[in-house]
Nanobody, 120 residues
């Protein structure tokens, strides 16, 4: 199994910045893709940004040029640098990984979520 633990959420003023981190641990054979999704109450979970193990990235249009995703393959950690935050970015952010556990098959894994609150 693969466990994902997020950190870095919190309260920020409009226009401010936050950096989210997510560390993967457990019986990891390989992590193909890591990334971030977000969800507000009453709406489906949506992609924010993902990054492959080779560094290819995909961003939601709403966060392009403001958010940057990066990854440390040695530490099995993914980061999301969020700049110019606005109230539309306020949500619970979930870490995601598509990985193969040792002696397991490919599967999607999710963290518990970390809240980002944008308020003055």
């Amino acid at each position: 199994q693969v466990q994902l633990v997020e950190s870095g959420g919190g309260l920020v003023q409009p226009g401010g910045s936050l950096r989210l981190s997510c560390a993967a641990s457990g019986s990891i054979f390989s992590i193909y893709t890591m990334g971030w999704y977000r969800q507000v109450p009453g709406k489906p979970r949506e992609l924010v940004a993902v990054i492959t193990k080779y560094g290819s990235t995909t961003y939601a249009d709403s966060v392009k040029d403001r958010f940057t995703i990066s990854r440390d393959n040695v530490q099995n950690t993914v980061y999301l640098q969020m700049n110019s935050l606005n109230v539309e970015d306020m949500a619970a952010y979930y870490c995601y990984a598509y990985a193969r556990a040792t002696l397991g098959s490919d599967a999607a894994y999710w963290g518990q979520g970390t809240k980002v609150i944008v308020s003055s």
